[in-house]
């Protein structure tokens, strides 16, 4: 998987959002879905949170946003 090339703290940090969160994967799947450069990191914690019914911050979604970018999968907010 894409994931496979991480390392470090990027891994570390996947990794333990795994085990703390259950179905991380899905959550995963669907920020992806809203990184589409028109939402910014504070509204997709948002439309997380209602999604889930779990509180996200943005912060979370940054570091998110940030290791995905760092995969080539999505350009992280600020850098578009």
């Not at 899905?26 to 939402?39: I, N, Q, V, W």
Request: aromatic share 8%; net charge negative.
């Amino acid at each position: 998987s894409a994931y496979d090339s991480l390392r470090g703290e990027d891994k570390r940090w996947i990794d333990e959002q795994r085990k703390r969160r259950a179905g991380f994967d899905l959550l995963l799947f669907e920020a992806l879905g809203f990184m589409d450069g028109r939402h910014n990191n504070r509204e997709i914690a948002d439309l997380l949170s209602i999604e889930f019914g779990v509180e996200i911050g943005d912060s979370w979604v940054s570091r998110l946003a940030s290791i995905l970018g760092s995969l080539g999968l999505v350009r992280p907010e600020g850098m578009r």
